[in-house]
């Protein structure tokens, strides 16, 4: 099922890019039920649009209810999901909320293709099996994984994690709807980003470095949208085109905005020696070792990933060597 894409340029669409969308949030919710056409864990599948504790973007309530605040093409949206895996109940707040609505399937994994995935690892067959909900999520906005993905680079997750919350809540806007009083906030439009400040920026732990590279993708914002109607390969290739976004990000942005099946994280510090010693036994891996390992899910590596990184404990650190005792004790 097709997202809906971003309309045309044109005068509202253009300024929907420039600018922030104020339109006061309807009294009542939309609404829509929807149910999946197989097994769906919805904590699971939405799991990686998760920017850690406290992510002010999205949340999921001790009883399971998902809420969601984004920036669409039409603006500031709320997203709350509730029912059961058999049918979702959907409500949704603001300008951009019937956007969300219209999204809602493939944000819940419908365009995603499970059976075209085959176990090849005794490992990756139990993790398969163990979660047959698991679907990969498709949001078809592009900035809105770009920018945290660009937050992430060369820094630990914590440090990236704290520094789009403070940058959300200093420049963002409230949320449409009741999750706008959970302190709940929308990421700022492309014009919000580019008037961070410097000392916000370094404020946040952010270095030039990535604060520019964030200024690079927010002045081609319509332009990256839009890469949400190219197949994953040929987006990550025009993706790559703006300095400061490799390869990592580009596959970290394309699996949440795309869904894409196939967009192994390469250059990561961790992954290829989880899936070094989740396949081999061995601690220590690389990225052309990790590759050829997952050759054989060609189409399919970042799904054979997610299940290897699910039912697989960690490498064991290696116990420090001790210093020998100095002579006379």
């Not at 949704?92 to 819940?108: E, K, R």
């Not at 952010?206 to 040929?234: F, I």
């Not at 081999?280 to 052309?288: F, I, N, P």
Request: charged share 20%.
């Amino acid at each position: 099922m097709p997202l809906p894409r971003p309309r045309p340029a044109s005068t509202t669409a253009t300024a929907a890019c420039a600018a922030s969308v104020s339109s006061a949030a309807p009294a009542a919710p939309r609404t829509r039920s929807w149910s999946p056409s197989g097994p769906l864990d919805i904590r699971l599948t939405l799991n990686p649009l998760c920017r850690g504790y406290g992510d002010p973007a999205f949340r999921i309530d001790p009883d399971g209810t998902v809420w969601r605040a984004s920036r669409t093409p039409d603006g500031a949206g709320t997203l709350r999901l509730t029912g059961s895996p058999a049918t979702i109940e959907a409500h949704a707040w603001g300008p951009g909320g019937q956007w969300l609505l219209d999204a809602l399937p493939a944000l819940l994994g419908a365009d995603d293709d499970p059976a075209a995935f085959t176990p090849r690892h005794r490992l990756v067959h139990a993790a398969h099996r163990r979660h047959p909900g698991l679907r990969l999520t498709r949001t078809g906005l592009v900035l809105e994984s770009l920018i945290p993905s660009i937050l992430e680079q060369k820094v630990t997750t914590t440090e990236a994690y704290r520094a789009w919350r403070l940058l959300l809540h200093r420049h963002g806007e409230a949320a449409p709807g009741p999750a706008g009083a959970e302190r709940m906030r929308v990421m700022p439009d492309a014009r919000g980003w580019a008037l961070v400040p410097s000392w916000d920026w370094h404020r946040a732990g952010v270095d030039n470095k990535r604060a520019s590279t964030v200024l690079r993708a927010v002045r081609a914002a319509c332009a990256l949208e839009g890469l949400t109607a190219l197949p994953p390969g040929e987006a990550a290739t025009r993706l790559q085109t703006v300095p400061g976004i490799g390869p990592w990000t580009a596959a970290e942005t394309l699996q949440r905005s795309h869904g894409a099946a196939d967009a192994v994280t390469v250059g990561d510090l961790h992954l290829p020696h989880r899936v070094g010693y989740a396949l081999t036994g061995e601690r220590r891996s690389s990225d052309e070792v990790m590759l050829g390992l997952l050759a054989p899910y060609a189409g399919q590596r970042h799904r054979a990933a997610r299940l290897i990184l699910l039912n697989s404990p960690a490498p064991p650190r290696r116990a420090p060597r001790l210093a020998p005792n100095p002579p006379g004790r």
